[in-house]
């Protein structure tokens, strides 16, 4: 014979299940502010290089430039370089060897970013480390 006794306590039954609507309401949350940053992440702005409205540096007396033009030819100053490799010793003539001088460095606006890079390293391997890229003045956009 079996006998309940009530002794009084909670009529409600524990629940052993985890509530999950918080958590999904974090997840949409989440989720729509994933959406919406998501496009703000990417870069797509077309970017015109030669034109600079930054204020310009005052020239030393006797700047080095090495240009490039739009034949694909190089010069440092008026000189020809007959060779890529050729670049390091007419820098060493010009600069009378001091690796600490500013090259100036132009080139046309249709030479390929690819061959600028390689003068670029060409100047880097010669020892010439600091590079003062020219563009066009124009006058700043309010």
Do not use: C, W
Request: charged share 25%; hydrophobic share 45%; aromatic share 6%.
């Amino acid at each position: 014979m079996g006998l309940h006794l009530n002794e009084g306590g909670d009529d409600l039954a524990e629940n052993h299940e985890i509530n999950v609507t918080p958590f999904i309401d974090v997840m949409l949350v989440l989720l729509i502010i994933f959406m919406v940053a998501a496009p703000l992440a990417t870069v797509d702005i077309k970017v015109d290089l030669p034109a600079s409205t930054a204020k310009p540096a005052p020239r030393p007396e006797k700047p080095v430039f090495v240009s490039v033009k739009a034949d694909q030819k190089l010069y440092v100053g008026d000189d020809q370089v007959p060779a890529p490799e050729q670049l390091g010793p007419m820098l060493d003539a010009k600069t009378k060897g001091d690796k600490e001088t500013t090259i100036f460095f132009q080139a046309d606006k249709g030479v390929d970013y690819g061959d600028l890079m390689e003068v670029m390293n060409n100047m880097r391997a010669a020892g010439y480390l600091k590079v003062g890229l020219v563009g066009l003045e124009t006058a700043a956009k309010k």
